[in-house]
């Protein structure tokens, strides 16, 4: 009986059948529907279409709302890592005891109640991509989870999804320990990624008995030289993103830029090596290393075919989290179309980050994640109305008295 | 080249500098003068630097400057009334009240920042010392006017120096626990009181002298200042965020009476009748809005409806960028997402333009599309409070400080290389533990 119990009450957590019907409904993969219906059963979506052609089952809840998207996706975010209280309790985005620090978890540390979490899944975001942040050479892993649950376990969706490291000037070490200067940190990696190499040829021709001991931080980048997972690569300035391109060109590493606040100024550089672009929070004040961002990136990008999505980034102080569908609303103001922005917040990012069979789009077979509006999703003076993931409507959205 | 020509020419120039002769009729606009309706399909005429005429049926004078904005909207320049653009430094770490200090005595009136907030249509600034202090000094009034020195780009010139308030904080803000600075909010309270007790003793032997340079007192420049306060010749812009440091500050006003205008205020929706209720010199609030609550403790509890509060509470309500915190550039958004959390539209462009002017004192100058203010405008591409507008153009008494049809203004709009360079001390601010939100 209580197992019964049990069970019915995780598929109530997690599997509901519910309808929306939207008089703009987008569905991203196909054209916008005027006065759409979805059907999500059992937490996935297995009806979508025009309301005069799809049949709603006898008893289903139909929510009726202006504007439904696909859930939104946060492509890079330290969210349930930095939390909303900014004391040192809550902050467990970066460890400072070693510069290269492949092996650290993110499920080990994800908070998925914080209440900043909460904070987006109110705003429309029902996935995010999350993790170590900025500010180590190698951080720490990064993990992909939907907004909404109790537990890591009943929220992630990509346990290990990327292994995050940064170039640049906020991983300066100035007390006299390494890396002190741009060129140690990429000596460091290349060394890294050589023990690596030197690792896997080991344990390859270790007779039975005699392989080498295991190591967690070698294992994590094996992941890297077997293309089997991203590395993450923050770097704002030129000279860094020349780096990463680099260091990627070097060892066949499938590489993720992330911040690339000049890359309106490397297009052609970025589109000649095949990598995709994790675009800075538009909305960051220009300063430091990022005085060259340009509110134009996301269009340049679009014009030459790179792909790209967008992100809330890293907040150290005041706001303790960005929007990304509010970052995105400001690519949508500075040239870049409402397609093609609502694309690069949804199955852009889903594509990106390996779970387009899953989310991104609202299509037969996909999570039944949605994000409703009063209106067109990146105007300011629209809110959104609800948010819905695997069937359930789990935020009524942004209330009047936020 | 003879002479008479040649100092024809340079009074010319100079009189060119000082007003603009012309007169520049705008029409066709759209145009929201804040006071007063909107008109669909109207004509705005300046002149001399001034509004001389607005209306729908307004005689063009054959010589004017006829400037057609079809499809395009006028609102009056925008003002912030709490900024820290020009990378001014304020008071310095050793002593938490510095009144003497004058933040005009360190403002880069050629930094970048001043450049982006003319591309985000601002014309009127209260430009502030930075933060960590109980008082940090002497705020000054700036008209982002085109110009090399603080003297063309003060509001006012006044026999003391320039047109400004006074910046104070509380909460902890001004706590250190080094120096002489407060550890607790009663000690930050004590200390505060203490400053203004002597104030009032400094006013009293100049009251008492009657005149007499002899009687005078000895010259005490932050006396001097802090009297001024007291005399509500300077307003008091006060930092602070929690519900009880917004009562402390009425507390100590209904105490020294001095005017004040309460900003930030993260928890205004707790208290918002409260500051209602606090009589006249309680000018009123302004806002900042931030995308999320948070990364201060003190702002935790911080709510985008506060502008709807407050309006619902009566209180005139302004907004602030305090730029580095918030970008200039997109101060609109503030407004915007006011409305988006319940505030009136009407009242939200109020809030970013009339009202803080009024925050300011300066609501007899700029703040509305009224004859006889100042013609500071900004040209819109459509609805102020949409993402998908653009700040045209800005205008500053009659000349054009920003057009997003040049390149070299427009990358001020965009960013790109040079649009952000020497911001040093913006820098500094930002990583500042005890920095000024």
Known sequence: MRVLLLTLFCLTLTAQDIAVRAEKLYTVSGAMITDGVIIIQKGKITAVGKASDIQVPEGMKVLRHKVAVPGLIDGHSTVGFSGLLNQPHDQDQVERSAPMQPELRAIDAYNPKDPLVRFLSNRGITTVHTGHGPGALISGQTLIAKTFGNTIDETVMVPEAMIAATLGDSIRNTEGKAPGTRSKAMAMLRSELLATQDFMKKRRVAKSGQEPDRSLRMEALIQVLRRERPLLITAQKSIDIMGALRLAKEFNIQLVLDGASDAHLLIQEIKTSGVSVIIHPLMTYPRGEMENMNLETPSLLQKAGIPFIFQSGYEAYVPKTRVVLWEAGMAAGNGLSFDQTLYAVTLGAARLLGIQGRVGSLEVGKDGDLALFTGDPFEWTTRCTGTIINGRLVSDGEALKD | ?437
């Not at chain 2, 010589?63 to 925008?78: C, F, N, S, T």
């Open chain 2, 1 to 437: 080249m003879n002479k008479t020509l040649l100092s024809a020419l340079l009074i010319g120039t100079c009189l060119g500098l000082l007003a603009q002769e012309r007169p520049i009729a705008f029409t066709n606009a759209y145009i929201i003068p804040v006071e007063g309706t909107d008109l669909t399909k109207g004509t705005l005429l300046i002149k001399g630097g001034k509004i001389i005429a607005l209306g729908s049926n307004v005689l063009i004078p054959a010589e004017a400057d006829v400037k057609d904005m079809k499809g395009q909207i006028l609102m009056p320049g925008i003002v912030d009334s709490h900024s820290h653009i020009g990378s001014g430094e304020g008071a310095d770490g050793s002593a938490p009240i510095q009144p003497e200090i004058r933040i005009s005595d360190s403002i880069n009136v050629e930094n970048t920042s001043i450049r982006r907030a003319q591309a985000g249509g601002l014309t009127t600034v209260n430009v502030m010392p930075g933060s960590g202090h109980l008082l940090s000094g002497q705020t000054v009034y700036l008209k982002l006017r085109s110009g090399h020195t603080i003297d063309e780009l003060a509001f006012e010139k006044t026999a003391g120096g320039y047109l400004g308030g006074m910046k104070m904080a509380n909460g902890t803000n001004s706590r250190r626990s080094a120096g002489n600075f407060p550890g607790t909010r009663a000690k930050s309270a004590s200390l505060v009181r203490e400053q203004f007790i002597k104030a009032q003793a400094y006013q009293a032997k100049i009251k008492a002298a009657a005149g007499d340079a002899s009687k005078m007192p000895a010259r005490d420049l932050g006396m001097e200042a802090l009297v001024e306060v007291l005399e509500g010749k300077r307003t008091v812009h006060h930092h602070t965020h929690r519900h009880d440091d917004i009562v402390t500050v009425l507390r100590l006003q209904k105490e020294f009476g001095f005017k004040v205008v309460l900003h930030h205020v993260s928890e205004a929706w707790a208290v918002a009748d409260q500051i209602k209720a606090g009589g006249n010199n309680v000018i009123g609030a302004s806002i900042i809005v931030v995308d999320s609550p948070g990364g201060k403790l003190e702002t935790k509890e911080v709510r985008f409806s506060n502008g709807a509060s407050l309006e619902q509470a009566g209180v005139l309500t302004g907004f602030h960028t305090d730029d580095p915190i918030t970008d200039s550039r997109w101060f609109l958004r503030a407004g915007a997402l006011a409305v988006r959390y319940g505030m009136s539209r009407q009242e939200a462009l109020k809030a970013m333009t009339l009202n803080n002017a009024k925050l300011l004192g300066l609501d007899q100058r700029v703040g509305s599309l009224v004859v006889g203010k100042d013609a500071d405008l900004v040209v819109l591409s459509g609805d102020p409070f949409s993402v998908y507008s653009k700040v045209q153009e800005t205008w500053i008494e009659g000349r054009r400080v920003f057009n997003r049809l040049d390149p070299s203004d427009r990358k001020f709009a965009t960013g790109g290389i040079g649009a952000a360079i020497d911001t040093v001390n913006h820098d500094a601010l930002l990583e500042d533990e005890s920095e000024d939100l």
